[in-house]
């Protein structure tokens, strides 16, 4: 059974880089078959796609993000991470990390989620 | 890009069935048969329950059914149960990237 486990600051100041990293267990991250995302949900507010990234390194975003966010893999320690700079208050959400598939060059939807984690900005 | 457009509230009675629309553009939901449905109960992670416009993943009762016309896909679940109470969001690809509806929240009365 895969499992994934969010980590990271809860608060983060104004203008600063947001940190997360996801743990994956029960399952490899290098064996490949499936996309590695970000995705984030705004108080009370519906579900955000963020982005995803293989075990290779090759990287998806959403454009309206595209230029604040980075996501990485660390396969040696089967995680995987999010960086958003410049953050502000409307970045203030759950974030989540999920198991993406679907097909080569069109992944999509989202079988195994981490358990989320909320993400403050504020002074 | 732009969210999908769901209804904000539906509402249904023990055993019956309700639908719950998912409206995009031939962008999104219409120009791809991947479109994906997921259950969330407060202060919960989303659950999978539909993919491939229809497909059911292992342990999802096939109570919840899906399908697709144009740019518009619903997920209609039928015997309600009050476990069924929770917020539904659909999700589509849409060409390099991965676009959410805004979620519907269902009631059962």
């Known amino acids: 059974q895969v499992q994934l486990q969010e980590s990271g600051p809860g608060l983060v100041k104004p203008s600063q880089t947001l940190s997360l990293t996801c743990t994956v267990s029960g399952g490899s991250i290098s064996s490949g078959g499936y996309y590695w995302s970000w995705i984030r949900q705004h108080p009370g507010k519906g579900l955000e796609w963020i982005g995803y990234?293989?075990?290779?390194?090759?990287?998806y975003y959403n454009p309206s993000l595209k230029s604040r966010v980075t996501i990485s893999v660390d396969t040696s320690k089967n995680q995987f991470s999010l960086k958003l700079s410049s953050v502000t208050a409307a970045d203030t959400a759950v974030y989540y990390c999920a198991r993406g598939r679907g097909y080569p060059g069109r992944w999509y939807y989202f079988d195994y989620w981490g358990q989320g984690t909320l993400v403050t900005v504020s002074s | 890009q732009s969210a999908l457009t769901q209804p904000r509230s539906v509402s249904g009675s023990p055993g019956q069935s309700v639908t719950i629309s998912c409206t995009g553009t031939s962008s999104d939901v219409g120009g791809y048969n991947y479109v994906s449905w997921y259950q969330q109960h407060p202060g919960k992670a989303p659950k999978l329950m539909i993919y491939?416009?229809?497909k059911r993943p292992s342990g999802v009762p096939d109570r919840f059914s899906g399908s697709k016309s144009g740019n518009t896909a619903s997920l209609t679940i039928s015997g309600l149960q009050a476990e069924d109470e929770a917020d539904y969001y659909c999700?589509?690809?849409?060409?390099?990237?991965?676009?959410f509806g805004g979620g519907t929240k269902l009631t059962v009365l």
């Open positions: 990234i293989y075990y290779s390194g090759s990287t």
């Open positions: 491939d416009v229809s």
């Open positions: 999700c589509s690809y849409a060409g390099s990237y991965v676009v």
